[in-house]
């Protein structure tokens, strides 16, 4: 079984405006092929290939829980706390794992917002919240897998373990707060606030399209995998090209270990260099033009985002170099279109990556996103990437998934009280 | 009269941004889970409007300049 059907049409947009464009468009789907969203699709029903009013009505309920007052408390309570447990725990030795690590720290996380509940400093448990994210990311990028069938099987059969063990209890315990909480027992205070919560308090409303069970599962899945999968990737590939650049500029590490705002550039520039979604696929719903050009329906578009990343016009003469000193404009996003664009854009771009960095100093409301805030931590800890560092996952066709980033850990780079 | 500034209700998803972006020209409603323009949108900048409108997600948010032109309509009807 395939997943796309034949399009007429085969459309690439390489130009970072022309990409634009079709991110915002109304008539460019994520819904590729309705019969294999039918027979087998496993992401049926979420968020991320909804389109049009479904979608709206979904995101107005979801989007409640990135709300700047809930991303400030993540970035400058509970992430700092869980992040050094963890790195006390687990960066020691000779030869140790940094995307294991990032994605074990990025579990905890995303495992609160998604409305997990699991046993937070147990590395046993999550490591088996990281195998569900690692399985549901094969089944983000199915349409990139090399043998989709098995990626297919393998997510069915995860989606069960994942309900039994984990959503379905995280459930019975949230509406049985939700019924106290109608019933004018217990005030909103008493609420446990997570997209699992959000969902069931709104579940009756047949806009959402969320009275089937198992399409809550899978909602729930999502959030914890694009809420994960993002931070492993992204620290890895910051760490890998800040190293390279430090070659020629080696003040860039001492500057990141000191100065949050360089460390937050630095991810922004390794969002836009490595998109974790290196190419964005839509489906034309009926005839569009992008750029003068005319895309019949149900044209397959190909939205090339790490090209239109590097377009000169918007980010300079060396496009392609690590710098996160670089200058934009401010309606240019640093990251790119890395966290794509109009509706589906990314909801967790903040948590990840801040607040667009300002040029000089920012006021008290910025935040720095996740990845900047562990990137400065690991470097201010004295990391150093071994020779031959990472081990590329090979079961995907996209060139910017890391299965491992081995590292060493050296002497410590700059005190902890630098911002 | 000043800059008339209307987000439809339907096409908000409520993300937010034009919030963060003129917090003294929009502001979210929790209960409907969508943006709405605040009074004092009439008398903000208008390049700041026209920033919030073309960065909206969903293209919600409409701009007319206080002469009447459309400045920016977005996905609005």
């Keep these: 079984m395939t997943l796309l ?26 819904t590729f092929d309705t019969r294999s969203y039918d027979d087998g699709n496993i992401r049926d029903g979420i968020v991320s290939i909804q389109h049009g009013a479904v979608h709206r009505a979904r995101r107005r309920v979801e989007n409640t829980q990135f709300r700047p007052d809930h991303l400030r408390l993540y970035e400058r309570e509970l992430f700092p706390a869980v992040m050094n447990a963890l790195l006390d725990r687990l960066l020691v030795g000779a030869e140790v794992d940094l995307f294991s690590i990032g994605e074990r ?57 994942f309900e039994r063990d984990y959503v379905g209890p995280a459930r019975e315990r949230r509406q049985a707060l939700l ?15 997570d997209i699992l919560t959000a969902l069931l308090a709104h579940r009756a409303d047949p806009a959402l399209e969320m009275a089937d ?56 520039e390794t969002l836009r260099l490595r998109p974790t979604t290196p190419k964005i696929r839509r489906r034309a719903v009926a005839e569009v033009t992008i750029a003068g050009r005319t895309i019949p329906p149900d044209s397959l578009v190909v939205l090339d985002v790490t090209a239109g990343n590097r377009d000169p016009e918007l980010f300079g003469e060396r496009p392609d170099a690590f710098d996160p000193d670089r200058t934009v404009t401010p309606d240019v996003p640093r990251w790119g279109l890395s966290f794509g664009a109009g509706p589906h854009i990314c909801p967790g771009r903040t948590v990840g990556g801040g607040l667009p960095a300002p040029e000089d100093e920012p006021n008290d409301e910025h935040l720095y996103g996740l990845v900047a805030l562990f990137l400065q931590e690991v470097i201010r800890r004295g990391i150093e990437p071994l020779p031959g560092r990472g081990e590329r996952d090979t079961r995907t066709e996209r060139f910017n998934r890391w299965a491992h980033f081995w590292i060493r850990v050296g002497s410590p780079r700059a005190a902890a009280s630098a911002r | 009269m000043g800059v ?31 943006s709405v323009p605040r009074p004092a949108a009439t008398t903000t900048d208008v390049e700041l409007l026209v920033r919030a409108a073309v960065g909206c997600p969903t293209q919600a948010i409409r701009v007319v300049g206080a002469d009447g032109d459309v400045l920016h309509a977005g996905n609005t009807a």
């Design chain 1, 5 to 30: 059907s034949s399009f007429p049409a085969t459309i690439e947009l390489t130009r970072y405006e022309d990409i634009r464009a079709a991110l915002f468009h109304p008539d460019l789907s994520r």
């Design chain 1, 105 to 161: 720290l990025a579990c905890v996380l995303a495992s609160r917002r998604a409305g997990l509940d699991i046993r937070e400093d147990d590395l046993d448990e999550l490591a088996v919240i990281a195998e569900f994210v690692d399985i549901f990311s094969q089944g983000a990028a199915i349409l990139d897998a090399k043998d989709p069938d098995a990626v297919r099987a393998l997510v069915y059969a995860a989606y069960e373990r």
């Design chain 1, 179 to 193: 019924d106290a909480h109608a019933r004018g027992e217990i005030g909103p205070e008493a609420l446990t606030h």
């Design chain 1, 213 to 268: 069970e198992r399409r809550i599962v899978r909602e729930v899945a999502t959030y914890l995998q694009g809420g994960t999968h993002t931070t492993g990737q992204t620290i890895c590939n910051a760490v890998d090209l800040l190293f390279e650049a430090a070659a020629e500029r080696p003040d860039l590490l001492e500057r990141v270990a000191t100065d949050r705002l360089v460390a937050q550039r630095a991810v922004h």
């Design chain 2, 4 to 34: 008339t500034v209307t987000i439809d209700p339907e096409l908000c998803i409520g993300s937010g941004d034009c919030v963060r972006l003129v917090p003294d020209a929009f502001e979210l409603r929790e209960d409907l889970g969508v």
